[in-house]
Structure formats: C-alpha cells, structure tokens
C-alpha cells in the first residue's frame, strides 16, 4: 500500500556544458573560448598527433550532444513518473542538495547520470531503492545504470509492487574520534586536502607505523574497478618504463589489482606514495580487510586533514591531529535495483 508521504526523488546532475557555460557566462563565450584555446595550442605545437586531432569545433559540438542527450532523457523520465498511475508525488533534485536532502523512508530514488552520481546518492539514501538511469547508453559504460529513462517506469512499479530485484551493495563507514560518521559507496580518501604529504599513524591488524604519504585509499568491491585500480594501473606503468634498466625481475607479471564483488564483506586499501624518512615507514602500504576488522588512522596533521568519500571533496569530515578514524564495512547497505 502507497503512503501519503511516499515520494519518487528524480536526482540529477550538472552536465559539462552546464559548468562550461556557468564560468565563461554564455554558451556563445564559452564556445569561442574554448575552440580559440585549443587552436593556440595547435598552432605552438604541430606534430603528426596535433595533426589528426579532432578540429577546435568537435569539442564543443561533443558538449552539446552530451548536453542534448542528457535533457531528453531527464525530461523522458519525468513525462513516464509523472503518469498517474504510479500515485507518487515525483520531485527533482540537483546532486549537490543531496547531502541535505531528507529522503523519507519509503521513498523510491531515480539518479540518472554516470555511475559517480549512483555513488554519490547511496551513501545517503541508505536502505532505499535504487533505480538507476543511464541518460546515453552509447557512451556511458554504465556498470551501474541497468535502465535507459523509457524502462525506469516499469523498474519503480516493480519496486512499488514488491517485485523488483536488487543487489545489496557493501559500503564502508568512518567513525571519528568525536562520533561523526560518514559512509562510502566506492572508496575513502584519507589524507590531506592539498597536495602536501599527509602526515599519520596507521594501524592494521596488530601492526602500526608512521607515515607521510599521498594518503590512505579504502575501497569496497563496487569500488575495486574504480579509484583503487588507478593505482595498479599506475604501478603497472612505472613497472614497463624501468624493465629494462631494472633487469630480468622487472619482468615478472604485473601484480592484479582485487576484484571484490559488490556484496564482499571485506575492503581493500593502499597508501599512495608512501615516503621512508627517519620519522617515517613504508611496510603497511596495502592489503585487504577482512570481514569484522578495521583500518585505524590517526591524524599527525596540524591542518587541513580530511576524510572524503566517493569523489566529493566538498563533503568531508575533518582529520586534524589528534583525531583517529576508524575504517570498517558499513551495517547498512545500498539496495540497487537491476530488474523487475
């Protein structure tokens, strides 16, 4: 049965073009800016590259289709929720009121965007149904958006019904030292808000040390194919470019970034660039949390420390000497709806 407070959230997202146009003023201005940019840069660089790059125009003119693409499907999407059939109130949201936003506790949430925006919203909306829209299935992977904007009326009635199928997706929690919380649908950052060296303690199962590093990343296994495997990828990089001055064990396979499944109990974390100094160490760099264990971290930085989640730097708590944070699966978890 519907209730009277019972909502469909519509989330959407600022498109490229949007951004664009709200720093130059105009779409006319930032078209002219942009395209006037990439011809100097042609012009101070030719080379056979520079050569068979799209022309100035082709940038711009992609921003527009993204941008087209995007509003016909935000605008399908609100034509089919809005029927009356579905008897729900529909509201509509920017991701950025998300964080404030009071979800109720039947509501049915709609994100559509690329699979960052699904992140975004779960840690939120936690516990409530998911229907994620893929606005441009021929560009967007969408590892996380099962429904182009014509198929989520049919995903909501599933839901509504009781018939929807989902996939309950781990996620991780930070505890501060003062109570304050935070979930993460991908990964945590941990670390320093600039780029300086973060400066911490870190302690894993029995074993700590001191560390000044580029910060600490966590994942969860819907985050293993995202932030975490840049860093393989990374790693991979360096280890082709030495081969050769390096010698014959500079050969051996590259090292293969975790591929957790999105219901894994356990998290997989990794300190970027860690530094070996008279104060600090680099044993503890990377390693899988096992379900039931937590990754603690006190902070040793007398400013900027954050801990941020899922991308969103603007939403972070503060991580300042003194203060310890501790890393764990989350008890909640984010309910994605693939079928109905």
């Known amino acids: ?82 029927l ?13 009121y998300v964080p404030t936003f009071l979800f109720g506790p039947q509501d049915v949430v709609v994100t559509v965007g690329q699979d960052g925006l699904v992140a975004n919203v779960a840690k939120y909306a936690v516990d ?8 441009d299935p021929a560009h967007i992977d969408g590892v996380l958006l099962p429904f182009r904007a014509d198929q989520a009326r049919a995903a909501v009635r599933a839901v ?32 320093n808000r600039t780029h300086v060296s973060a400066r911490y303690r870190i302690e894993v199962d029995g074993r700590s040390e001191s560390h000044s590093s580029s910060g600490v990343l966590v994942s969860t296994g819907a985050g293993s194919t995202g932030w975490l495997s840049s860093v393989f990828n990374m790693q991979e990089g360096v280890r082709r470019a030495f081969a050769q001055a390096a010698g014959p064990a500079a050969h051996a396979p590259p090292a293969q970034p975790p591929r957790l499944r999105w219901e894994d109990p356990r998290l997989a974390y990794v300190v970027r660039e ?28 007398a400013s900027d420390g954050v801990v941020f989640s899922d991308g969103v730097e603007s939403d972070f708590l503060p991580f300042t000497s003194g203060v310890t944070a501790r890393v764990r699966v989350a008890d909640k978890r984010a309910r994605l709806v693939i079928g109905n």
Not at 275 to 295: M, T, Y
């Open 160 to 191: 509504l019904a009781g018939r929807a199928k989902f996939r309950e997706i781990v996620m991780a929690e930070a505890t501060l030292t003062d109570g304050q919380r935070l979930l993460a649908f991908n990964d945590f950052f941990i670390g």
């Open 84 to 96: 009356s059939d579905l008897g729900l109130k529909v509201q509509k949201i920017d991701r950025t």
């Open 128 to 135: 409530l149904p998911i229907v994620a829209v893929n606005p």
């Open 274 to 301: 860690p530094f070996v100094s008279k104060s600090s160490a680099a044993s503890i760099v990377a390693g899988v949390l096992e379900k039931g264990r937590e990754l603690v971290v006190e902070s040793m930085m």
């Open 1 to 82: 049965m519907l209730r009277a407070d019972q909502k469909i959230v519509i989330v959407t997202r600022e498109t490229r073009l949007q951004a664009v146009k709200k720093r130059y003023g105009t779409r006319a201005q930032a078209k002219f800016l942009m395209e006037r940019s990439r011809e100097i840069e042609a012009s101070r660089r030719p080379s056979p590259a520079a050569a068979a790059a799209p022309p100035p125009e082709a940038a711009f003119a992609a921003l527009e289709l993204e941008d087209e693409l995007y509003e016909v499907a935000v605008g399908t999407l609100q034509d089919e929720l809005d």
